[in-house]
């Protein structure tokens, strides 16, 4: 059964630090791009980042720029997202998501067809 799982959300204050892991079961990593997600309350979800099969990346969100990078281990069939100086406007439930393809979409939600549950993040003022 094709799964991603989402971990390492929790409650962070302001400029802390947490890393986020996408596992993926069902499927080999290596030949897919893996997206990350967030939505935050009353808001629709946004890309935040997405890394292609060879490792190369492709950022959708421009706050995070400096802050968030995007790693992948195939050997452990896992995704990570690292953020770092955190601000209450990251706080939302961040999803992992497969792309259709080995690459990185421009753009749309829609491109991407598995998606983990999410894990939540609250960045304290």
């Known amino acids: 059964q094709l799964q991603l799982v989402e971990s390492g959300g929790g409650l962070v204050q302001a400029g802390g630090s947490l890393r986020l892991s996408c596992a993926a079961s069902?499927?080999?990593?290596?030949?897919?791009?893996i997206g990350w997600f967030r939505q935050a309350p009353g808001k629709g979800r946004e890309g935040v980042l997405c890394?292609?099969?060879?490792?190369?990346?492709?950022r959708y969100e421009d706050s995070v720029k400096g802050r968030f990078t995007i790693s992948r281990d195939n050997a452990k069939n896992t995704v990570y997202l690292q953020m770092n100086s955190l601000d209450p406007e990251d706080t939302a439930v961040y999803f992992c998501?497969?792309?259709?393809?080995?690459?990185?979409?421009?753009?749309?939600?829609?491109?991407?067809?598995?998606w983990g549950q999410g894990t939540q993040v609250t960045v304290s003022s």
């Open positions: 998501a497969r792309s259709r393809m080995n690459y990185c979409p421009g753009s749309g939600i829609s491109m991407f067809d598995y």
């Open positions: 069902g499927f080999t990593l290596d030949y897919y791009a």
């Open positions: 890394i292609n099969s060879s490792g190369g990346w492709r």
